[in-house]
């Protein structure tokens, strides 16, 4: 059974960084592309990025390029978000995702983590 824990979630200044860590475990993390995703107040959730299998390849929103980055440690099983520069539309609850196999989409098909909340204020 996947299992993925966030953490590193809190409130920060307009400005501010937070990083935000994923513990993921339940099956071989390396082999399988993992992800962020957010739900804002009143929002439906969204990608925020994905990063391949060796993080040799990563994909974002626009809404983040440039000041969020995505990484993973293999030997660790954790997925991070390294979010910089943050905004108060950044506000949302923020979900750890893995994809339910090796083929499928993480946009369509995912394990999802309980979330962590951010919260920018101005």
């Known amino acids: 059974q996947v299992q993925l824990v966030e953490s590193g979630g809190g409130l920060v200044q307009a400005g501010g960084s937070l990083r935000l860590s994923c513990a993921a475990s339940?099956?071989?993390?390396?082999?399988?592309?993992m992800g962020w995703f957010r739900q804002g107040p009143g929002k439906e959730r969204e990608f925020v990025a994905v990063i391949n299998w060796n993080g040799a390849r990563t994909n974002y929103a626009d809404s983040v390029k440039g000041r969020f980055t995505i990484s993973r440690d293999n030997a660790k099983n954790t997925v991070y978000l390294q979010m910089t520069s943050l905004k108060p539309e950044d506000t949302a609850v923020y979900y750890c995702?893995?994809?339910?196999?090796?083929?499928?989409?993480?946009?369509?098909?995912?394990?999802w983590g309980q979330g962590t909340q951010v919260t920018v204020s101005s």
């Open positions: 995702a893995a994809p339910t196999s090796m083929w499928a989409n993480i946009r369509e098909s995912a394990y």
């Open positions: 339940g099956r071989t993390f390396s082999n399988y592309d």
